[in-house]
């Protein structure tokens, strides 16, 4: 997070060129870190190099980095944790491909609002269709004034009496039965959930290992919550929407940083009706991955 608010407070002030942003330069570096530290052997010596220009770019002082650039700095280097903090911190700070910064947009936002001022625009929140109960008024007006001139006043009279009395009944029977019906949803939880982690960390395991991916996610996202649960103040309430989630975080900003995506993944996962693959599986897996490495790394004196 405080790498994301450095480089919101460059695009703002207006110092980035337009062809280079400082917080592009932050994400690309590190990357080129992470790239560094994967070669085999690790190149220490780049990844260094990339890390402290990267942190120099958002927050001299303090930062998501620091134990980054301890990591690569003690003797001998913790290469294996520098490697898993660069991983998650590339996970959360992702962009799509072509992204950029300083792009006027008042050309594009002048157009659009001339073509919702336009006529083919107009009175869009006008239905011109009749309402049911208009319909139903027009038939049965239709048909009085046709029996009428054969049945006489009378006897239309009390034949349409009688078809508004079935109409109203059946309108009452489908309210009743609308009424009682239990609201549709994509798919009841399973049984056979666990308040351990580590126990849903590897249910989502062999969830993904038989190709149930949607299965998979479900797990994988509660091993998460579990673990922010378990390992910190924050309380996690399972009948939460993911608003109502993302709101309980609001006072942690890394942590929401990091969750915010996970709960995009399993909310497209379980509620989409989509067919979930396996590519989508690997991106949530890293994303709940990176998650829980930064719950469980955390020092009290960073909880809140």
Request: aromatic content about 6%.
């Amino acid at each position: 997070m405080a790498a994301v608010l450095g480089a919101v407070a460059h695009f703002s002030d207006g110092r980035a060129a337009a062809a280079d942003c400082a917080g592009l330069r932050y994400i690309s570096a590190i990357d080129a870190a992470a790239a560094a530290l994967d070669a085999n052997p690790p190149d220490i010596g780049a990844a260094r190099a990339r890390v402290v220009a990267a942190q120099r770019e958002a927050a001299p002082e303090a930062g998501p980095l620091t134990p980054v650039i301890d990591d690569l700095t003690t003797t001998p280097p913790d290469v294996g944790d520098a490697r898993t903090r660069l991983h998650a911190l590339a996970g959360v700070l992702a962009v799509p491909s072509g992204s950029t910064c300083n792009v006027d947009s008042s050309a594009a936002r002048q157009t659009l609002r001339d073509v919702y001022a336009s006529p083919v625009f107009a009175n869009l929140d006008q239905s011109t269709q009749p309402s049911l109960f208009t319909r139903i008024l027009n038939f049965l007006g239709g048909l009085i004034d046709s029996l009428r001139s054969t049945l006489g006043t009378g006897g239309s009279l009390l034949l349409a009496g009688a078809v508004v009395g079935a109409a109203l009944a059946f309108a009452a029977w489908r309210l009743r039965r609308g009424l009682g019906s239990r609201p549709a949803r994509m798919r009841d939880e399973p049984a056979g959930d666990s308040d351990d982690p580590d126990a849903e960390w590897k249910a989502a395991g062999a969830a993904a290992a038989r190709g149930d991916y949607r299965e998979a996610i479900r797990r994988a996202f509660r091993s998460a919550l579990l673990d922010i649960a378990l390992r910190s103040t924050m309380s996690v309430d399972p009948a939460w929407t993911t608003r109502e989630l993302l709101g309980s975080l609001a006072g942690d900003g890394d942590l929401l940083a990091a969750v915010a995506p996970v709960a995009a993944a399993f909310d497209y996962a379980w509620y989409s009706g989509d067919e979930i693959g396996n590519d989508l599986w690997l991106q949530a897996m890293a994303r709940c991955e990176a998650l829980r490495t930064m719950v469980r790394r955390r020092t009290p004196a960073h909880v809140r």
